[in-house]
DNA sequence: ATCTTTATGTGAAATCGTTCACAATGAAAA
DNA sequence: TTTTCATTGTGAACGATTTCACATAAAGAT
């Protein structure tokens, strides 16, 4: 449970707590990335990658620096290569099997979205306790009832709850999917949610998005960092 | 474009510029407290507050410092009143006229989320370029022809916009909008915008957020600090 | 081969954010 | 009243993150 573990850490070299700052850049940098992959651009150096997300070349090749040496002196880094190597580094280089709770406007949003599937993050299964919406087809996956969570979680090898059902019951159903085993999950409830030390939880809040930029605007607010 | 206003700003006191966490957790404190309130709990102490929310007292009572002494040592924050400071400071005790861009999965989905409207963000434009959306009724809402979006914009007195379109077309979208005069955007698309320096944006970003995910299981990353 | 140019990788310095620790203060009890 | 108790508000210490600055290395030019 502390800091990273060894397939990012060189025999013997003494591993160093990774800031949530960095993981979150890392992204930026995996989507930017993509994209010049896929125009076909071979080399990039770490100047014209930070200038894309409004970073600094310092913080890119920093960031880079706690996981290995993945550029070259003179050149810049290989576009496709620091892609895959981030892409291992953040563990999306495998299929994430996600079970989604709650098929309403949010959990419909999320089903349709093809990134996710894209970017290794696989809906498998819908959960949802309304007997109108279950077995109700949505793009292709049979919505089931969320009584029976436990065996369908298991059986289909889920790692990652999206929690898209109103706040007042949003514990419940967390309590009942971690009693399932699940480690890690993406709440979009407005609540702070309880859950073990042992399982990963990460909450989407517009409303905090909302209300920051009614901030920024009456107090005239700058940006004074780069924030990932 | 520094730092704070003065009407947080007490005469010849020296601002200081306040964090992003800072603003960040306002919300989180707006949030609980609004729970309390409605509960009918007439205090709270920055222990039981910072308790709810996964902080530190330390934490909570420094931010609300910054912007003045709302408590009573002995007894704690009168629950109501620190509410509606909150809110004042976020600039919510106000309406903000919100338009739409793209009324798709993620776009349909904010319209039909009576919360924000509840929290002062009202949502009273919608815009896309697809014929068969346009002219339709969403929620009480015509969608508007986005290649008309100016005038609109301007005489229904819109201040922030919601970027629900796809990536590829999202810049010339935040291109017109920020023409017609608005000085926040909430962005969906997965992608950098450019806006000027007196324009603020806020990503919402849910691949990063899974990514963030993956990554602690693959690495067993342990959350070391209250993060908002 | 050698030189010049460009850009990485990384300690050290600087900045920024969090936590500590306690004096100050008001409420409640005696 | 006076004392006790709980809890705030805040400088100062601490810790974390970002930025600086430069030695180092590779590519490309001559
Ligand atoms: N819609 C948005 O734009 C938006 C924005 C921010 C946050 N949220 C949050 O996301 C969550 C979902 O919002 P929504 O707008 O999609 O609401 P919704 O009412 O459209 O969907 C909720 C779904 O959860 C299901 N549900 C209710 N109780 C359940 C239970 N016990 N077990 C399983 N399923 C249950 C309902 O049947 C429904 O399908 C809410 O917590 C909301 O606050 C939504
Ligand atoms: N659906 C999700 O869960 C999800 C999650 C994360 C990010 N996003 C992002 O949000 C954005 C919207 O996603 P979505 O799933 O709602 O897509 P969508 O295709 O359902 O909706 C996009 C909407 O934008 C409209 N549109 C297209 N071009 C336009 C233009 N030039 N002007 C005005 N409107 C235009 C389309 O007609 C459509 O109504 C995308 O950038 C996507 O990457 C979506």
Redesign the pocket.
């Known amino acids: 449970m502390e800091s990273i573990e060894s397939d990012t850490d060189l025999a013997g070299k003494i591993e160093k707590?990774i800031?949530?700052?960095?993981i979150r850049?890392l992204s930026l940098y995996l989507r930017a990335l993509s994209l010049l992959d896929k125009k076909g651009v071979k080399t990039?150096?770490?100047?014209e990658?930070a200038s894309r997300e409004k970073?600094?070349?310092?913080?890119?090749?920093?960031?880079?620096?706690f996981f290995?040496?993945?550029?070259?002196?003179?050149?810049?880094?290989p576009v496709s290569e620091l892609r895959s190597e981030i892409a291992g580094i953040l563990g999306i280089n495998r299929i994430w099997k996600v079970a989604l709770f709650g098929v309403g406007n949010i959990g419909s949003a999320m089903v349709s979205y093809k990134e996710f599937a894209r970017q290794g993050f696989q809906i498998v299964k819908l959960f949802d306790n309304d007997q109108r919406k279950i077995g109700s087809n949505h793009k292709g996956i049979i919505v089931s009832d969320v009584s029976n969570l436990e065996p369908e979680i298991k059986e289909a090898g889920i790692e990652i709850a999206i929690i898209g059902v109103p706040a007042t019951v949003a514990q419940y159903i967390v309590d009942d999917i971690v009693a399932a085993g699940i480690k890690a999950i993406l709440n979009f409830a407005p609540i702070n949610l309880k859950v073990p030390s042992d399982v990963y939880l990460r909450n989407e809040n517009m409303s905090m998005e909302l209300e920051y930029l009614s901030f920024a605007m009456v107090n005239n607010h700058s940006e004074?960092?780069?924030?990932?």
């Open positions: 707590r800031s949530e700052s960095t850049r990039i150096s770490s100047k990658l970073l600094t070349p310092a913080q890119v090749r920093k960031d880079l620096s290995g040496s993945f550029g070259t002196r003179g050149l810049g880094y004074k960092k780069t924030k990932p």
